[in-house]
């Protein structure tokens, strides 16, 4: 893990080392984070290449940086103009660092690679165009763009194939969804966000995140998909193991993001009020009126289910992360009870190294 000082320090402007007496320090740690194919020298030039794509990524801590362009290197990813990766500064408790965020050719090199299922193609549809769907036992699926000039995004599709069930499945999101997403996305208000530069590809990826739930992908690949918008500033072996550092409540009162704040709007919508700017940290003082709906989890529920993951190494903010991807749930109190033994069995069978 970083060095709080050294952070701090680094923070405070204070130069700690150069990135070449820094890899030289950690030459050993990185040498075994690496892949066979992957030499220090080949590292440096990733990360000097990095370097020299953004001028505000030099502002960010070197632990971070490095961090992430090992996490890139052991997923096999290529970052820049490719579109596997970015490299996002974000203000993280007082320190600039480096976020991690997938592309969505970095999700379907992830997907396509496991062998069980292929993403086929994935479309924004925009005003003129012609399309059509229809979801049922014999769903149709048809798109043909306009020859003309094309209007504004009114939605998106992915197209991918079960090779385990030899079959296509396709889901398709309005412009409604994807604006749901990237409200509730942790860094999507971010004047260097993704979704500020290139909102048509951070709609394909929303497409392919959501298609992925309906395909038999492995666990290593839904473990390198869940390091989605992370920081992290250890060196592991397995960088998918690696806690993320993100502290989202600070960030929210302190990042230099002067585009205006926005409530996070879930995923699916429960009849609740408007939720306050910072998530509460204890696991027994969310407002007793959020437990009403008898369909979803009681307050009891919810903290069983966090003493549980809490006993295998998981943080609350792991459990959350958890079923945002697997239920589009974006609180935990919007956990259906129908689902909820199979979260609980899940973290009784997990543990986190």
């Given at each position: 893990?970083?060095?709080?000082?050294?952070?701090?320090?680094?923070?405070?402007?204070?130069?700690?080392?150069?990135?070449?007496?820094?890899?030289?320090?950690?030459?050993?740690?990185?040498?075994?984070?690496?892949?066979?194919?992957?030499?220090?020298?080949?590292?440096?030039?990733?990360?000097?290449?990095?370097?020299?794509?953004?001028?505000?990524?030099?502002?960010?801590?070197?632990?971070?940086?490095?961090?992430?362009?090992?996490?890139?290197?052991?997923?096999?990813?290529?970052?820049?103009?490719?579109?596997?990766?970015?490299?996002?500064?974000?203000q993280n408790k007082g320190v600039m660092e480096a976020?991690?965020?997938?592309?969505?050719?970095?999700?379907?090199?992830?997907?396509?690679?496991?062998?069980?299922?292929v993403i086929l193609s994935t479309e924004v549809v925009?005003?003129?165009?012609?399309?059509?769907?229809?979801?049922?036992?014999?769903?149709?699926?048809?798109?043909?763009?306009?020859?003309?000039?094309?209007?504004?995004?009114?939605?998106?599709?992915?197209?991918?194939?079960?090779?385990?069930?030899?079959?296509?499945?396709?889901?398709?999101?309005?412009?409604?969804?994807?604006?749901?997403?990237?409200?509730?996305?942790?860094?999507?208000?971010?004047?260097?966000?993704?979704?500020?530069?290139?909102?048509?590809?951070?709609?394909?990826?929303?497409?392919?995140?959501?298609?992925?739930?309906?395909?038999?992908?492995?666990?290593?690949?839904?473990?390198?998909?869940?390091?989605?918008?992370?920081?992290?500033?250890?060196?592991?072996?397995?960088?998918?193991?690696?806690?993320?550092?993100?502290?989202?409540?600070?960030?929210a009162e302190e990042a230099e993001i002067e585009d205006?704040?926005?409530?996070?709007?879930?995923?699916?919508?429960?009849?609740?009020?408007?939720?306050?700017?910072?998530?509460?940290?204890?696991?027994?003082?969310?407002?007793?009126?959020?437990?009403?709906?008898?369909?979803?989890?009681?307050?009891?529920?919810?903290?069983?289910?966090?003493?549980?993951?809490?006993?295998?190494?998981?943080?609350?903010?792991?459990?959350?992360?958890?079923?945002?991807?697997?239920?589009?749930?974006?609180?935990?109190?919007?956990?259906?009870?129908?689902?909820?033994?199979?979260?609980?069995?899940?973290?009784?069978?997990?543990?986190?190294?």
């Amino acid at each position: 893990m970083a060095n709080v000082q050294e952070t701090k320090a680094l923070a405070q402007g204070k130069k700690i080392t150069t990135v070449a007496e820094f890899f030289e320090q950690k030459k050993d740690l990185i040498a075994k984070a690496l892949p066979n194919t992957i030499t220090s020298d080949r590292l440096m030039g990733v990360f000097t290449m990095v370097l020299g794509s953004s001028p505000e990524l030099k502002k960010c801590s070197q632990n971070s940086l490095i961090a992430a362009v090992i996490q890139t290197v052991q997923y096999g990813l290529t970052p820049g103009n490719i579109g596997h990766c970015y490299y996002i500064p974000f203000q993280n408790k007082g320190v600039m660092e480096a976020q991690f965020v997938l592309g969505y050719k970095g999700i379907v090199e992830l997907v396509n690679r496991c062998g069980k299922a292929v993403i086929l193609s994935t479309e924004v549809v925009y005003c003129g165009d012609f399309f059509e769907y229809e979801q049922g036992l014999n769903p149709v699926l048809k798109h043909i763009p306009t020859s003309s000039l094309r209007g504004s995004i009114i939605g998106v599709y992915c197209v991918a194939k079960n090779m385990v069930a030899n079959e296509k499945v396709f889901i398709y999101l309005n412009k409604a969804d994807i604006d749901k997403v990237r409200n509730a996305s942790k860094a999507g208000q971010s004047n260097y966000s993704p979704w500020a530069k290139w909102y048509e590809e951070m709609a394909k990826k929303t497409a392919i995140k959501r298609i992925c739930k309906l395909l038999p992908i492995s666990v290593d690949v839904q473990q390198q998909v869940f390091s989605d918008e992370t920081i992290k500033t250890g060196i592991r072996p397995d960088m998918k193991i690696e806690p993320d550092q993100t502290d989202w409540n600070e960030n929210a009162e302190e990042a230099e993001i002067e585009d205006v704040k926005q409530e996070p709007v879930p995923l699916q919508s429960p009849p609740v009020e408007p939720q306050a700017t910072k998530e509460p940290e204890a696991v027994n003082d969310t407002p007793s009126e959020k437990y009403t709906d008898s369909k979803l989890i009681s307050q009891k529920q919810e903290n069983r289910l966090l003493a549980i993951a809490s006993g295998k190494g998981f943080s609350r903010d792991d459990v959350k992360e958890y079923v945002l991807w697997q239920l589009d749930c974006n609180h935990l109190y919007e956990i259906k009870k129908d689902d909820y033994e199979k979260i609980c069995k899940y973290y009784e069978e997990s543990t986190k190294q």
